[in-house]
């Protein structure tokens, strides 16, 4: 069975980081790419960074310069570094795996997904 777990959601002032991870097993992983999205209360999923097996990595606009997606190949772990959090990136975080389609910023691309992690950012 594929499995997600993400980690590392918490309560920040703006202008502070975090650091999500998400320990993904075998069968969910690899080999694909893998991305992670982002759900606020009232609006739809989005799609916030991805990285390509090998490396290629893709971000929405909003996160271009303060977010990093990054993946340790060896320990199957996704990670994306947070920083200059603003109120706007508050949001359930997921972690997907499992591309079908090569548009790596769309939800229905991904056929795995863990549960989410919170992260709100206050003003």
């Known amino acids: 069975q594929a499995q997600l777990v993400e980690s590392g959601g918490a309560s920040v002032q703006a202008g502070g980081s975090l650091r999500l991870s998400c320990a993904a097993s075998?069968?969910?992983?690899?080999?694909?790419?893998m991305a992670w999205f982002r759900q606020a209360p009232g609006k739809e999923r989005e799609g916030v960074a991805a990285?390509?097996?090998?490396?290629?990595?893709f971000y929405t606009d909003s996160v271009k310069g303060r977010f990093t997606i990054t993946k340790d190949n060896a320990k199957n772990t996704l990670f994306l570094e947070m920083n200059f959090l603003k109120p706007d990136d508050t949001a359930v975080y997921y972690c997907?795996?499992?591309?079908?389609?090569?548009?790596?910023?769309?939800?229905?691309?991904?056929?795995?997904w863990g549960q989410g992690t919170q992260v709100t950012v206050s003003s």
């Open positions: 075998r069968d969910s992983a690899t080999p694909s790419p």
């Open positions: 997907a795996a499992g591309a079908r389609t090569p548009f790596l910023l769309r939800a229905s691309t991904y056929a795995h």
């Open positions: 990285i390509r097996i090998i490396g290629t990595t």
